[in-house]
């Protein structure tokens, strides 16, 4: 079956790293995401990973897979008062009807200090 | 353009009253999406649609009906509301995921929805 786990909530220091893991279970996943969902707002799309890749940069943005212990982070250089929000991390899934299923994990919230 | 929009952004209910929640895209979405989510529980999906005239029940989909006439709209009726659809409800519209596209999802900004 298909789940996606993430830890609940994570505190950092203004200017520290952020790394926020998440854990799925469906090893036909093809595409993983992550979402931002800032207070009162829909969720935004930040960066996704195909399975063949290992890693990907996007700025101040490192995302991490390990196929192997099915094991997805999201990295934050350089964290700003900004980044304060919902990370959801995401998995895309096909179907047998070719429907490409997402399944969303619970969300990690980011409270980031001055 | 302005992505998904949603309308309307707030509303109280009373227990048996029905309503309908509007979403539209201007990006020529093939598949739209309709989420309730709730404290403690993250994104749940309700129903959702792989194009115009077609719809699908998804994980959480009792109380609820949706309908896709135009491919533009993707509308969620609440025939007799209940305190349990206390939520609030997102909208979402993607294109399959094909060679060299990811198929994610792009979202609306949400109405709250209390039922009394």
């Known amino acids: 079956g298909e789940d996606v786990e993430q830890s609940l909530f994570l505190s950092v220091r203004e200017g520290d790293s952020s790394v926020i893991n998440c854990t799925y279970t469906?090893?036909?996943?093809?595409?993983l995401y992550w979402y931002k969902q800032e207070p009162g707002a829909g969720l935004q799309l930040l960066t996704y990973?195909?399975?063949?890749?290992d890693m990907k940069q996007d700025q101040r943005l490192t995302v991490l897979l390990n196929k192997k212990d099915k094991h997805l982070s999201l990295r934050i250089a350089d964290t700003q008062t900004g980044d304060s929000a919902i990370y959801f991390c995401a998995e895309s899934l096909k179907t047998s009807g070719g429907y490409q299923k997402v399944t969303f994990g619970i969300g990690t919230k980011l409270q980031v200090i001055p | 353009n302005a992505g998904v929009t949603q309308t309307p952004k707030f509303r109280v209910l009373k227990t048996g009253q029905s309503m309908t929640l509007l979403c539209a895209q201007d990006?020529?979405?093939?598949?739209m999406y309709w989420y309730r989510q709730d404290p403690g529980m993250g994104l749940r999906l309700i129903h959702y649609s792989v194009g115009e005239g077609t719809t699908a029940k998804g994980e959480v989909p009792d109380g609820y009906n949706v309908s896709r006439l135009k491919k533009q709209n993707f509308l969620l009726g609440l025939e007799s509301a209940a305190p349990s659809q206390t939520s609030v409800y997102f909208c979402?519209?993607?294109?399959?995921?094909?060679?060299?596209?990811?198929?994610?999802?792009?979202f609306g900004p949400g109405t709250r929805l209390t039922v009394l």
């Open positions: 990006m020529n979405h093939e598949y």
């Open positions: 469906d090893s036909s996943s093809t595409y």
């Open positions: 979402a519209s993607s294109t399959p995921r094909s060679s060299g596209r990811a198929g994610e999802q792009f």
């Open positions: 990973i195909f399975s063949n890749m």
